[in-house]
C-alpha cells in the first residue's frame, strides 16, 4: 500500500518560517515526479510547486515564487518544502502528491495519483 505523509505544519507568525516534509512508503518514487498542493476552506486545491524525478527542475505558483523551496531526497524517498517569509494568505491545508507515470512537472492534480493526508499551516498576522 502507497503511502505519502506529510509532517512539519503548524501555527507560524507572518514572515516565519516552516518546512514540510513528505515522507512516502510503498514504492518508490525516484523516477518520478512529485508536488506540493494546498487548499483553503471554501477553495479548491491549488497548485504550489513541482519537482521533476531527478531533482534538477522545480516550478512554483507565482504567489510563492522567491519565498519558498521545494527539493527532494530519493534516497529517503522523501519531497521537502521549505516556506520562508510566510503570510496569512499562505493559510491552508498542504498536500504532498507523487505521480504515477509522468517523470517530468506536473501541475494538475488530475496527473498525481498518489496523495498524502495534508498537514496544516496556519499564518497569523
Known amino acids: 500500500q502507497v503511502q505519502l505523509v506529510e509532517s512539519g505544519g503548524g501555527l507560524v507568525q507572518a514572515g516565519g518560517s516552516l518546512r514540510l516534509s513528505c515522507a512516502a512508503s510503498?514504492?518508490?518514487?525516484?523516477?518520478?515526479?512529485m508536488g506540493w498542493f494546498r487548499q483553503a476552506p471554501g477553495k479548491e486545491r491549488e497548485f504550489v510547486a513541482a519537482i521533476n524525478w531527478s531533482g534538477d527542475s522545480t516550478s512554483y505558483t507565482d504567489a510563492v515564487k522567491g519565498r519558498f523551496t521545494i527539493s527532494r531526497d530519493n534516497a529517503k524517498n522523501s519531497v521537502y518544502l521549505q516556506m520562508n517569509s510566510l503570510k496569512p494568505e499562505d493559510t491552508a491545508l498542504y498536500y504532498c502528491?507523487?505521480?504515477?507515470?509522468?517523470?517530468?512537472?506536473?501541475?494538475?492534480?488530475?496527473?498525481?495519483?498518489?496523495w498524502g493526508q495534508g498537514t496544516q499551516v496556519t499564518v497569523s498576522s
Open positions: 510503498g514504492r518508490t518514487f525516484s523516477t518520478n515526479a
Open positions: 502528491a507523487g505521480s504515477k507515470l509522468y517523470s517530468g512537472i506536473q501541475y494538475f492534480t488530475s496527473n498525481y495519483a498518489f
